[in-house]
T-cell receptor, first 112, second 112 residues
């Protein structure tokens, strides 16, 4: 049983570009959440998707958007990249009504 | 506004001794608390959790204690092993499948 898988594992982008990160949830999970972990910080909640809709959102600008597909996989899109967007982006999946979230290995995004 | 605080960035413990990692929270609506362990280049891995209706939960070498009146929880690892060396994140959430709020993490080093 594969856990949460994310792609790509590493990515380098230039300021102003756009990026798409992908996540496949753990089998049996229908809820996907995205987190940003900056260096030396804990993961910060970006948004959560359930039934293909954004259900909750953290304090992130509209440049951050997402999507969930019928197979529960998800994408995170970031437009107009800034240097400060450099971070580890983590995807977590969970199965309602469970409260344990399982994380992928993350995508390391570097904006230059 | 840090709702979950881990005030010790790092902790060093000798192999075989007890490791105690501390976490404080400010949001009285939190009713479920989790500890995650993170190795470099990997996503956080769920370790142990505790509901606010309990004050202790034990799983093998890991025990989490919750003091609701002090809004404080701690993770005890006994005995500590070199493989426990990692960054430990304390996280909390409200009831239901709400987003996790993480602390900044404590880096534990277990010295052989």
């Amino acid at each position: 049983d594969a856990g949460v898988t994310q792609s790509p594992t590493h990515l380098i982008k230039t300021r102003g570009q756009q990026v798409t990160l992908r996540c496949s949830p753990k089998s049996g999970h229908d809820t996907v959440s995205w987190y940003q972990q900056a260096l030396g910080q804990g993961p910060q909640f970006i948004f959560q998707y359930y039934e293909e809709e954004e259900r909750q959102r953290g304090n992130f600008p509209d440049r951050f958007s997402g999507h969930q597909f019928p197979n529960y996989s998800s994408e995170l899109n970031v437009n107009a990249l800034l240097l400060g967007d450099s971070a580890l982006y983590l995807c977590a999946s969970s199965a309602r009504p469970n409260t344990e979230a399982f994380f992928g290995q993350g995508t390391r995004l570097t904006v230059v | 506004d840090q709702q979950v605080k881990q005030n010790s960035p790092s902790l060093s413990v000798q192999e075989g001794r007890i490791s105690i990692l501390n976490c404080d929270y400010t949001n009285s609506m939190f009713d479920y608390f989790l500890w995650y362990k993170k190795y470099p280049a990997e996503g956080p891995t769920f370790l142990i959790s505790i509901s606010s209706i309990k004050d202790k939960n034990e799983d093998g070498r890991f025990t989490v204690f919750l003091n609701k009146s002090a809004k404080h929880l701690s993770l005890h690892i006994v005995p500590s092993q070199p493989g426990d060396s990692a960054v430990y994140f304390c996280a909390a959430r409200n009831s239901g499948n709400t987003p996790l709020v993480f602390g900044k993490g404590t880096r534990l080093s277990v010295i052989a």
